[in-house]
């Protein structure tokens, strides 16, 4: 008896337009960011996700004065150290646009392709893969456009991550790099 093919994440991806929708719900969240931050210098933002749940919100951090993208990395200040880590009036653009459609039913596909018994770790690995590159790329494409810079008072050196819960930080800055290059023709 052959297995079914699983469930990937570029099936989800393309059936619900995550990528667009993600972006929509950033610049939303860009606008709430500037007035919740009352214009202060940013000099953190970032993604925190959690592919097994379907987790996606961003964080941002406030400079201190003087600080800047590069001492909040030297100092090893992730978003649980930031101003802002989960801002309730930014978080809510997220908690109505995509949690309430989407976290439920990626958490119930996630642990499908993870069952002991009928699950694919190959299908898990991949969709969870999936859902992280399509938040990079999400990432990248709000910083090309000039979303972050035109919402939000930036340092000049803001400091951009997508990070999941209780990942290595060197690596998944290493990711996001490698899915910038490829969207600007390098990789």
């Known amino acids: 008896m052959n297995k079914p093919t699983p469930y990937t994440w570029e099936q989800y991806q393309t059936e619900h337009q995550v990528e667009a929708l993600w972006y929509r719900l950033c610049v939303e969240a860009a606008a709430v960011a500037a007035w919740e931050s009352g214009g202060r210098p940013i000099n953190g933002l970032a993604f925190n996700v959690h592919s097994l749940y379907g987790t996606f919100f961003l964080s941002y951090n406030v400079a201190e004065e003087g600080e800047t993208g590069v001492t909040l990395q030297a100092q090893g200040y992730y ?33 499908g392709l993870g069952d002991e018994i009928t699950g694919d770790e190959q299908a898990f690995d991949d969709f969870s893969r999936g859902f992280l590159t399509s938040c990079r790329r999400v990432m990248v494409r709000l910083q090309d456009d000039g979303v972050w810079a035109q919402a ?27 899915v910038r290059a490829q969207m600007h023709g390098g990789g």
């Open 79 to 111: 978003p649980p150290d930031w101003s802002d880590e989960i801002n309730p009036a930014v978080y809510a653009v997220f908690e109505q646009g995509w949690e309430a459609q989407h976290r439920l039913a990626i958490e119930a596909i996630m642990y």
């Open 152 to 178: 939000l008072n930036l340092t000049g050196d803001c400091w951009y991550q997508v990070t999941e819960i209780d990942a290595d930080q060197d690596e998944e800055e290493r990711l996001l790099e490698e």
